[in-house]
């Protein structure tokens, strides 16, 4: 059974730090492109970051200096850190992943298989 367990999420002031975690079981997890992707209400579903099965990364425009993805194919976890959090990160955030066979990691919701059921993220001015 495939399973994708988000932890970290909760409520900090502008300015703060949060680190989300993702532990997967299931699948092959070395195999597949992870990443973290995030949905504000009454908004779509996007990505902020993912991660090759080789460990290269890419990053939406707005995480770019101030969130890093990372992966550790041995504990079949997938880590966000964030910094610099401001309200327009509030959302939930989910972990998901695709087969590398898939040939593609991109920062593209609707590409993904597999999904955690999310953590939310709270960030107060």
């Known amino acids: 059974q495939v399973r994708m367990v988000e932890s970290g999420g909760g409520s900090v002031q502008t300015g703060g730090s949060l680190r989300l975690s993702c532990a997967a079981s299931?699948?092959?997890?070395?195999?597949?492109?992870v990443g973290w992707f995030r949905q504000a209400p009454g908004k779509e579903r996007e990505g902020v970051a993912t991660i090759s099965r080789w460990g290269n990364p890419a990053t939406a425009d707005f995480a770019k200096g101030r969130f890093t993805i990372s992966r550790d194919n041995a504990k079949n976890t997938l880590d966000l850190q964030m910094n610099s959090l401001n309200p327009e990160d509030t959302a939930m955030y989910y972990c998901?992943?695709?087969?590398?066979?898939?040939?593609?990691?991109?920062?593209?919701?609707?590409?993904?298989?597999?999904w955690g059921q999310g953590t939310q993220v709270t960030v107060s001015s």
């Open positions: 299931g699948f092959t997890y070395s195999d597949y492109c």
């Open positions: 998901a992943a695709v087969s590398a066979a898939a040939g593609h990691c991109m920062l593209l919701p609707g590409d993904y298989t597999y």
